[in-house]
């Protein structure tokens, strides 16, 4: 069954620093990975995926699948950048709407940049 | 385009009653998912819906609930008889034909 892990439930780090967020998934076909965003009092939101390879307000992640990971990183860490952080994994298309299937949400990570 | 609009924000039943849940998607969009949220956990899939078709319920509780997308009209998440373990939040989702879901704010249901 796929499964997605976000091993920190909290993470803080000091303004300027440099942010890891992680993920892991367990899936045997071929994946789409997501993160989402949610800051608070607002709605969930797509951060970046991994086919599209940009880079969103600095945050980068690459898709491992060696390692079956799709951590999020920044280089240096704002303060609006704190957040609830989602990793989400996608599995196409596999069903008869034509539409994607539904994904599997993490536990999410709350991150809180500290001035 | 205003984006994925559910309401009510906030439901409070009491235990034995009805919950509707409503959603509409954003425009254009036909494909909508439900998902259920509990207190420290993240979102969990329950419905994939098309209009006047249920395409994915596999995340659905086998009793009391039920997901309707009608031809018009937002789409229905419907819990019959709620009971305390129904309390959370119940976010809809929906998207065109690519593998991006946009998400409304969420219906926070509190069962007394």
């Known amino acids: 069954a796929q499964r997605v892990t976000q091993p920190e439930k909290l993470l803080s780090v000091f303004k300027g620093a440099p942010v890891e967020l992680k993920c892991n998934y367990s899936y045997s076909g071929s994946p789409e990975l997501f993160w989402y965003v949610q800051y608070s009092r607002q709605r969930l939101q797509l951060l970046l995926r991994h086919i599209s390879r940009e880079s969103i307000k600095g945050f980068t992640a690459d898709l491992n699948k060696g390692e079956t990971s799709f951590h999020l990183k920044k280089p240096f860490a704002q303060e609006e950048d704190s957040a609830m952080y989602y990793c989400a994994l996608g599995f196409g298309y596999q069903n008869s709407g034509g539409g994607a299937d539904g994904l599997t949400f993490g536990k999410g990570t709350h991150l809180i940049i500290q001035p | 385009n205003a984006g994925v609009m559910q309401n009510p924000r906030h439901l409070v039943r009491r235990r034995g009653q009805e919950a509707r849940l409503r959603c509409s998607p954003m425009k254009g969009h036909s494909h909508v998912y439900w998902y259920r949220q509990l207190p420290e956990e993240g979102l969990k899939f329950m419905v994939y819906l098309q209009k006047e078709n249920i395409i994915d319920e596999s995340g659905m509780p086998k009793e009391r609930f039920s997901a309707e997308f009608p031809k018009e009209g937002p789409s229905i998440l419907r819990i019959q008889q709620v009971v305390r373990g129904d309390s959370a939040a119940y976010f809809c989702?929906?998207?065109?034909?690519?593998?991006?879901?946009?998400f409304g704010a969420g219906t926070r249901l509190s069962v007394l």
């Open positions: 989702a929906s998207s065109e034909d690519s593998n991006i879901q946009y």
